[in-house]
């Protein structure tokens, strides 16, 4: 999914593109500080979701929301602004959200969630994770086979963390955490990560990762995953969740409970 977030306040423009890219539905965001720019940019570039805020010197929010929904209605809008007087104009040009300043991650991910439902644009099945009960990859239908069990873990846990990136130290914690992270350490963890992107490679899915000055991240763009289209509110998705996520790691357990929780809101 592609997004847009238009802030004539640069840094908070920039904190909300931040938070947006940690969002496993968006796989693009582009920002904005001048609202006539983005409806220029618009043009050429269709979105499927639009964050904006209110007050803006040459074009206000609810205007460019209105324009954007003429040319293309399906368009999700999410408003965020410090005014919690304008709600009703807000709703009235068919927006999905109306979150005040200072934005949460945890209040956008959930309003982009909201907003996106029954929308989530799937990549073609070419790489599908499965992250309910165990971890397993399969690509054209194919379940993945690692070299390594450590090299399966490090794809789980990368996956658990939804695209955001990692550093070694980090994921060296969680594959040895009753080891010191010395020279010869590092060492093993770097023959770790060369055989999780060559298996990846030898099935076509060496883009599912990136790695890039030491830090290490899944491409949610590039697989579907269950556990990210049960966070979208996708329906299939939550009605396939049995309580079991990850079972065979012991870190997982975190998320486990979080997704019961919200499966408990859910019903």
């Known amino acids: 999914m592609r997004a847009i977030c238009v802030d004539d306040e640069q840094l908070l423009m920039e904190e909300t593109v931040e938070m947006c890219r940690l969002l496993p539905q968006i796989s ?122 450590r090299c399966k873990e490090l794809l789980a846990y990368l996956v658990d963390k939804q695209g955001t990136g990692v550093t070694r130290a980090e994921v060296f914690s969680i594959l040895w955490e009753d080891r010191v992270y010395d020279r010869g350490m590092q060492k093993q963890l770097d023959v770790y990560i060369r055989a999780l992107r060559g298996t990846l490679r030898s099935y076509g899915a060496e883009n599912m990762i990136e790695l890039h000055k030491g830090i290490i991240r899944v491409r949610p763009e590039t697989f579907t995953c269950d556990a990210y289209l049960f966070y979208a509110g996708d329906s299939d998705a939550v009605n396939a969740y049995r309580g079991e996520y990850m079972s065979a790691y012991s870190w997982a357990s975190m998320t486990e409970s979080m997704l019961y929780w919200k499966l408990a809101e859910k019903r």
């Open 28 to 149: 693009e965001v582009t920002g904005f500080v001048r609202a006539r720019e983005a409806l220029d940019w618009l043009e050429d570039h269709p979105v499927d979701l639009a964050l904006l805020d209110i007050h803006m010197p040459d074009l206000n929010g609810i205007e460019l929301a209105a324009q954007i929904k003429a040319k293309r209605p399906e368009t999700a809008v999410i408003f965020l602004t410090g005014h919690a007087e304008y709600a009703v104009e807000a709703f009235a040009v068919r927006a999905s959200g109306y979150l005040l300043k200072p934005v949460t991650k945890q209040r956008l991910a959930e309003d982009v969630a909201y907003a996106l439902r029954g929308k989530i644009s799937q990549p073609a099945e070419h790489i599908v994770v499965q992250t309910f009960g165990n971890f397993d990859v399969f690509v054209d239908g194919k379940v993945v086979k690692f070299k390594m069990a």
